[in-house]
Protein backbone atom coordinates (compact mmCIF):
# COMPACT_ATOMS: atom_id res chain seq x y z
CA UNK A 1 0.00 0.00 0.00
CA UNK A 2 0.97 3.48 -0.76
CA UNK A 3 0.35 6.69 1.30
CA UNK A 4 -0.41 9.33 -1.13
CA UNK A 5 -0.25 13.38 -0.08
CA UNK A 6 -3.36 15.56 -1.88
CA UNK A 7 -1.24 17.55 -3.32
CA UNK A 8 -4.01 19.29 -4.97
CA UNK A 9 -4.60 21.13 -1.66
CA UNK A 10 -1.14 21.72 -0.80
CA UNK A 11 -0.31 25.86 0.17
CA UNK A 12 2.01 26.92 -2.59
CA UNK A 13 4.11 28.68 0.82
CA UNK A 14 5.20 25.03 1.10
CA UNK A 15 7.41 24.47 -1.88
CA UNK A 16 9.84 26.09 -4.05
CA UNK A 17 10.63 24.45 -6.97
CA UNK A 18 8.82 21.49 -8.56
CA UNK A 19 10.25 20.72 -11.80
CA UNK A 20 11.74 17.60 -12.46
CA UNK A 21 13.68 16.39 -15.21
CA UNK A 22 13.14 12.76 -17.11
CA UNK A 23 15.17 11.42 -19.61
CA UNK A 24 14.56 12.28 -23.32
CA UNK A 25 13.61 9.48 -26.05
CA UNK A 26 17.14 10.61 -27.75
CA UNK A 27 19.14 9.97 -24.58
CA UNK A 28 17.70 6.60 -24.04
CA UNK A 29 18.90 5.62 -27.67
CA UNK A 30 22.14 7.10 -27.09
CA UNK A 31 23.00 5.52 -23.98
CA UNK A 32 22.19 2.13 -25.92
CA UNK A 33 24.58 3.20 -28.52
CA UNK A 34 27.53 4.06 -26.24
CA UNK A 35 26.47 0.95 -24.31
CA UNK A 36 26.71 -1.10 -27.51
CA UNK A 37 30.02 1.22 -28.56
CA UNK A 38 32.20 0.20 -25.10
CA UNK A 39 31.00 -3.07 -25.08
CA UNK A 40 29.42 -2.48 -21.38
CA UNK A 41 27.00 -4.61 -19.59
CA UNK A 42 23.79 -3.17 -18.81
CA UNK A 43 22.26 -3.28 -15.67
CA UNK A 44 18.27 -2.19 -15.16
CA UNK A 45 16.88 -1.20 -11.62
CA UNK A 46 14.25 -0.01 -9.81
CA UNK A 47 14.28 2.05 -6.57
CA UNK A 48 10.93 1.47 -4.08
CA UNK A 49 9.22 3.47 -2.52
CA UNK A 50 11.56 6.61 -4.40
CA UNK A 51 10.03 9.72 -3.13
CA UNK A 52 10.16 8.55 0.41
CA UNK A 53 13.99 8.67 0.34
CA UNK A 54 13.82 12.50 -0.02
CA UNK A 55 13.38 14.48 2.73
CA UNK A 56 11.05 17.57 2.62
CA UNK A 57 12.18 21.29 2.64
CA UNK A 58 9.57 22.87 4.02
CA UNK A 59 7.27 22.25 6.91
CA UNK A 60 3.86 20.12 6.24
CA UNK A 61 1.28 18.75 8.26
CA UNK A 62 -1.24 16.31 7.55
CA UNK A 63 -4.00 14.14 8.81
CA UNK A 64 -3.36 10.89 9.60
CA UNK A 65 -4.95 8.37 7.07
CA UNK A 66 -8.70 7.27 8.39
CA UNK A 67 -8.74 5.00 11.40
CA UNK A 68 -4.81 5.84 11.99
CA UNK A 69 -5.06 8.79 14.71
CA UNK A 70 -3.73 7.68 17.77
CA UNK A 71 -6.12 10.68 19.50
CA UNK A 72 -8.67 12.93 17.93
CA UNK A 73 -7.36 16.02 16.60
CA UNK A 74 -4.08 14.37 15.82
CA UNK A 75 -1.82 16.02 12.84
CA UNK A 76 1.34 14.63 11.56
CA UNK A 77 4.65 16.53 10.63
CA UNK A 78 5.97 15.18 7.38
CA UNK A 79 9.72 14.36 7.11
CA UNK A 80 9.92 12.94 3.81
CA UNK A 81 8.03 13.31 0.61
CA UNK A 82 4.86 11.49 -0.21
CA UNK A 83 3.47 10.91 -3.39
CA UNK A 84 1.33 13.39 -4.32
CA UNK A 85 3.12 15.92 -2.98
CA UNK A 86 3.99 19.49 -5.47
CA UNK A 87 7.48 18.95 -4.94
CA UNK A 88 7.84 15.09 -4.25
CA UNK A 89 9.13 14.33 -7.99
CA UNK A 90 11.67 17.48 -7.57
CA UNK A 91 13.20 16.28 -4.14
CA UNK A 92 13.34 12.51 -5.03
CA UNK A 93 15.32 14.37 -8.66
CA UNK A 94 17.68 16.22 -6.23
CA UNK A 95 18.63 13.44 -4.27
CA UNK A 96 19.08 11.02 -6.56
CA UNK A 97 21.10 13.31 -8.98
CA UNK A 98 23.41 14.58 -5.78
CA UNK A 99 24.14 11.05 -5.50
CA UNK A 100 25.01 10.03 -9.20
CA UNK A 101 27.62 13.49 -9.23
CA UNK A 102 28.91 12.29 -6.12
CA UNK A 103 30.16 8.88 -7.74
CA UNK A 104 32.02 11.08 -10.36
CA UNK A 105 29.53 11.05 -13.43
CA UNK A 106 28.65 14.30 -15.08
CA UNK A 107 25.18 15.24 -16.21
CA UNK A 108 24.88 15.49 -19.84
CA UNK A 109 24.83 19.19 -21.52
CA UNK A 110 21.24 18.70 -23.22
CA UNK A 111 20.08 15.94 -20.90
CA UNK A 112 20.07 15.94 -16.75
CA UNK A 113 18.95 12.44 -17.01
CA UNK A 114 22.29 10.94 -19.06
CA UNK A 115 25.32 10.50 -16.94
CA UNK A 116 28.78 10.05 -18.22
CA UNK A 117 31.86 8.83 -16.63
CA UNK A 118 35.34 7.18 -18.17
CA UNK A 119 34.27 3.97 -17.07
CA UNK A 120 30.33 4.35 -17.43
CA UNK A 121 26.91 4.98 -18.43
CA UNK A 122 23.67 5.89 -16.49
CA UNK A 123 20.31 6.72 -17.72
CA UNK A 124 17.65 7.77 -14.81
CA UNK A 125 14.06 8.15 -15.74
CA UNK A 126 12.03 8.86 -11.96
CA UNK A 127 12.77 5.75 -10.01
CA UNK A 128 13.91 3.62 -13.03
CA UNK A 129 17.94 3.58 -13.77
CA UNK A 130 19.93 1.75 -16.52
CA UNK A 131 23.63 1.48 -16.00
CA UNK A 132 26.17 0.40 -18.37
CA UNK A 133 29.64 -0.59 -17.44
CA UNK A 134 32.30 -3.11 -17.19
CA UNK A 135 30.90 -6.01 -15.05
CA UNK A 136 33.16 -5.49 -12.06
CA UNK A 137 32.02 -1.44 -12.11
CA UNK A 138 28.66 -2.47 -12.49
CA UNK A 139 28.84 -4.67 -9.00
CA UNK A 140 30.87 -1.61 -7.68
CA UNK A 141 28.06 0.67 -8.43
CA UNK A 142 25.32 -1.69 -7.69
CA UNK A 143 26.58 -1.91 -4.74
CA UNK A 144 26.58 1.44 -3.79
CA UNK A 145 22.97 2.43 -5.14
CA UNK A 146 21.99 -0.40 -3.19
CA UNK A 147 23.31 0.86 0.27
CA UNK A 148 21.98 4.17 -0.26
CA UNK A 149 18.62 3.28 -1.81
CA UNK A 150 17.91 -0.61 -1.39
CA UNK A 151 17.38 -0.46 -5.50
CA UNK A 152 15.85 -3.66 -6.44
CA UNK A 153 17.59 -5.65 -10.02
CA UNK A 154 15.10 -5.39 -13.08
CA UNK A 155 14.86 -7.85 -16.08
CA UNK A 156 16.47 -5.89 -18.62
CA UNK A 157 13.93 -7.23 -21.36
CA UNK A 158 12.19 -3.54 -21.44
CA UNK A 159 12.65 -0.33 -20.27
CA UNK A 160 10.46 2.70 -20.24
CA UNK A 161 8.12 0.36 -22.17
CA UNK A 162 10.81 -0.35 -24.83
CA UNK A 163 10.93 -4.14 -25.43
CA UNK A 164 15.08 -4.44 -25.86
CA UNK A 165 17.22 -7.26 -26.38
CA UNK A 166 21.76 -6.83 -26.27
CA UNK A 167 24.39 -9.02 -26.99
CA UNK A 168 27.83 -7.28 -26.23
Not at 15 to 30: F, G, I, K
Not at 148 to 159: E, L, Y
Request: net charge negative.
Amino acid sequence: VRLVFDGSRQSEDTYDETYAPTARQESVRLFHVVCVEESYALGQYDVPQAFLKAFIDFDIFVYPPRDQAEFDGQILKLRRALYGGKQSAFLWFKLMNEFILGLGFVASTFDKCLYRREDAVIILYCDDLRIGASDPVLKTLHSAFFVKFGITTASGARFLGMDTTYQK
